[in-house]
């Protein structure tokens, strides 16, 4: 089963508009950790922000933001102000902290490419 | 600091190879974990390795092997080579081994299997 859906396969957004990307998860382990990486044309992913299932407040880096809503299980990436730059492959990732074999196990979804233009 | 390195950047093999994939970590990291990335879809977990051992193995046959050398550097092997082998090989680095643990990534090793 699909452990983390990204339903948006593309989306266009105009230099200086927020953005939110959607992301929901599926676990039944109390204890998880939740992040978002950058994927440009490059190839190399970059880590953006992450949240973990105990945080009490929303996670923030710079011009990005986590928006996590836990009954809801979803872990949406506000990009503010974006940029040029911020053109690329964004994913959403899960790892589960139940056994300590699945520590090192990022669940990457299909991921969302976003385009700015000027 | 220099960031996760990989080699080589690009690579191409037959069918029934035999490929090695090196990763050397963020100085300072001695956890390696490795992934593959079929085009159009999300990184697949393979292996994690901390302290030159076998920490965690994703769904992948048996094939794929990997290993860490002391200085905390990896390999990933893959024998037999299958035209579905095809992807972009990240190796992604860690401080420790936690649940708590961000991995960052290298640039990836493109492979071509023909």
């Known amino acids: 089963a699909q452990k983390i859906t990204q339903t948006q396969p593309g989306m266009f957004v105009q230099e200086k508009e927020a953005v939110t990307l959607d992301c929901t998860y599926d676990?039944?382990?109390?204890?998880?950790?939740l992040f978002w990486y950058k994927q440009p044309s490059s190839g190399e992913m970059i880590f953006l922000i992450y949240q973990g299932s105990y945080d009490q407040q929303n996670a923030t880096e710079g011009r990005y933001s986590l928006n996590f809503q836990k009954a809801r299980k979803s872990a949406n990436l506000v990009i503010s102000a974006s940029q040029l730059g911020d053109s690329a492959m964004y994913f959403c990732a899960m790892r589960e902290a139940k056994t300590t074999d699945s520590w090192g196990k990022l669940q990457f979804g299909a991921g969302t490419q976003v385009v700015v233009t000027p | 600091d220099a960031g996760v390195t990989q080699s080589p950047t690009h690579l191409i093999k037959t069918r029934g190879q035999h490929v090695t994939l090196r990763c050397s970590p963020i100085?300072?990291?001695?956890?390696v974990s490795w992934y593959q990335q079929v085009l159009g879809q999300g990184p697949q977990f393979i292996f994690q390795y901390y302290e030159k051992e076998e920490r965690g193995r994703g769904n992948f046959p048996d094939r794929f092997s990997a290993r860490q050398f002391p200085n905390y550097s990896s390999e990933l092997n893959v024998n037999a080579l299958l035209l579905g082998d095809s992807a972009l090989y990240l190796c992604a680095s860690s401080l420790s081994w936690g649940p708590q643990e961000t991995q960052y990534f290298g640039p990836g090793t493109r492979l071509l299997v023909l």
């Open positions: 676990t039944s382990d109390p204890s998880y950790g």
């Open positions: 100085s300072g990291h001695k956890s």
